[in-house]
């Protein structure tokens, strides 16, 4: 998953969290997180607002798509316990922890102190619809 680069504040979203909340959570391993997300594309929130839409491809590929925005062809890789992405247009890793809750994903991003976290809110089994500058020509 791709941030923006400038995160939303999300201090009210940290405040409304117990503390110890995301220190209890175990992240998952590259086998657990290949074996769950590898054929879906799944729907990411922030604080109940809609980041992001990541379709996940055989051999750790990806494609993001921030809404209403094109899409970034990507792959990914475990290291130090993370899930780390590497997009077309970013030469730096974006690393997130990501976890089980409820039966859906939830991400921390790694790189940022307020704490970016994502919930998985909707996933399916369709190819993301991706927007590009071609579209229609």
């Given at each position: ?27 998952m391993t590259a086998t657990e997180f290949e074996a ?7 729907t990411y929130a922030q604080g109940g607002t809609i ?73 399916s089994k369709t190819p993301l619809a991706c927007a ?6």
């Open positions: 998953m791709l941030l923006p680069s400038r995160p939303a504040p999300v201090l009210a979203l940290a405040l409304l969290l117990p503390p110890l909340a995301a220190a209890a959570q175990t992240p769950y997300a590898t054929g879906k594309t799944l980041f992001g839409t990541e379709q996940y491809l055989p051999n750790r590929r990806v494609r993001w798509a921030f809404t209403a925005q094109e899409c970034q062809e990507g792959h990914w890789y475990e290291a130090d316990s993370q899930i780390c992405f590497v997009y077309e247009s970013e030469s730096d890793p974006q690393c997130w922890a990501f976890w089980q809750e409820g039966g859906r994903l939830k991400a921390r991003f790694a790189g940022d102190p307020d704490g970016t976290e994502l919930t998985e809110v909707e996933q590009g500058p071609d579209v229609g020509v």
